[in-house]
């Protein structure tokens, strides 16, 4: 695929049907379907021949969430900066900054699959041997982080062992309200006997299976016991929150909007050992992916 | 690389095309379930009046006739237009 022979509002018109209804798309095949691709500085990566300057033994890869763009990651006011790039005058050695694009409709099982089998051709043809990798994911990426690592260590992939840190940005372990909401709504529309309520019901229900796993939290294939958390790998948490003031009722209405604080902790979640949890009053959630602040708290986390 | 690119906004323009043509397809299906199913409602209170009995459910018939023939045709247009352009190879390039 050429690397960017279309203009932004298309790219974000795909990325929108994507989520909406990635999944459909790609079972027809249409051109709409973003595609799996890793990016450097803008440019798609042949995995297996990638061709970079300066690689370095550190690798830093970002993934976005629902309906979002590796775009997102942009630091505002600054030349094309983001989280990955900032760790690179830290640490020593350099880090390459990477960022991931994806079918956000499909089931996130799927997504977790594809990028452990990326991470895993990556770290075989890195030009410099790979010796730290750090995984960065907002919303829906915290999770399809969770099923790369299910399937990694399933696989028993290589990259699994160099896997250092892990850091969710709102992610909704625990679901996210909204799309409770969504499935709560259609549930009760399509159980009326008026058929024009069924039918809104049924509009509700067209979303796509990402979309209905982010009502749960869901990464594995079929329902079931939920594996722990990579237990050598340091685990990071980091939540937004509407207002500025802690207690009030829109947080804990709404957290980041679309994520509560809870939910992002994975407070339903047991045995969850984790480094860190940071916590930013407002800062919604789509800010929470290109934040100065969110960009601080990495540094003194991961440097 | 241009020749490249032109195919795949083409594609691009395409699959934009299909799926609106399916979302028109199904969306006016639904229309027409919510247009009959409200205008039920209508037509049933005009059912229990005794001026209007014999009338309504001769309106309600030609109503529902010619709303189901109207929203059909524009699914049946819509798919039919989806159809020709799912035969384009060029759309199942990636």
Redesign the interface.
């Known amino acids: 695929m050429p690397s960017n022979p279309m203009s932004r509002w298309q790219h974000h018109t795909s990325a929108i049907a994507s989520g909406f209804f990635g999944d459909w798309l790609e079972s027809r095949r249409n051109p709409l379907a973003v595609s799996l691709a890793l990016l450097h500085s803008g440019t798609e990566l042949d995995l297996a021949h990638p061709e970079i300057d300066n690689a370095s033994g550190t690798l830093c890869i970002s993934i976005h969430g629902l309906m979002e763009l590796e775009t997102v990651w942009q630091l505002p006011n600054t030349h094309g900066e983001s989280y990955g790039s900032m760790l690179s005058s830290g640490i020593e050695g350099g880090v390459t900054d990477l960022v991931l694009r994806y079918n956000t409709g499909r089931p996130i099982y799927r997504n977790g699959q594809d990028l452990s089998e990326m991470l895993e051709e990556l770290v075989s043809s890195w030009p410099v041997p790979v010796t730290r990798l750090i995984l960065l994911g907002h919303s829906m990426g915290g999770l399809v982080i969770r099923g790369a690592c299910h399937a990694g260590s399933t696989a028993s992939h290589r990259w699994v062992g160099l896997l250092s840190d892990c850091v969710y940005i709102g992610a909704p372990h625990d679901g996210s309200w909204l799309a409770k909401g969504a499935h709560s709504m259609a549930g009760m529309l399509n159980e009326r006997p008026r058929d024009y309520l069924k039918v809104i019901g049924e509009v509700i229900d067209l979303r796509s299976e990402g979309i209905r796993n982010l009502s749960r939290g869901e990464f594995l294939e079929q329902g079931g016991d939920e594996p722990p958390l990579l237990p050598d790998t340091r685990h990071y948490v980091i939540c937004g929150l509407l207002a500025r003031s802690r207690k009030h009722p829109v947080n804990v209405w709404f957290g980041d909007a679309l994520v509560n604080e809870s939910s992002a902790q994975g407070q339903e979640k047991s045995g969850w050992q984790l480094a860190g949890v940071a916590t930013f009053p407002g800062v919604d959630h789509l800010r929470l992916a290109h934040h100065p602040d969110v960009a601080n708290q990495l540094q003194e986390w991961l440097v | 690389?241009s020749v490249?690119?032109n195919q795949?906004?083409h594609?691009?323009w395409?699959?934009?095309a299909?799926?609106l043509t399916q979302g028109v397809g199904h969306g006016v299906m639904?229309i027409e379930?919510?247009h009959?199913?409200?205008a039920d409602e209508t037509f049933g209170i005009l059912e229990r009046v005794p001026v209007t009995q014999p009338w309504s459910r001769v309106a309600r018939v030609s109503h529902h006739g010619i709303s189901r023939l109207c929203y059909r045709s524009v699914s049946l247009a819509a798919t039919g237009v989806g159809l020709a352009m799912g035969s384009d190879p060029k759309?199942?390039?990636?």
């Open positions: 690389m490249q690119n795949y906004k594609g691009w395409l699959g934009m299909d799926m639904k379930r919510v009959l199913a409200i759309l199942l390039k990636r």
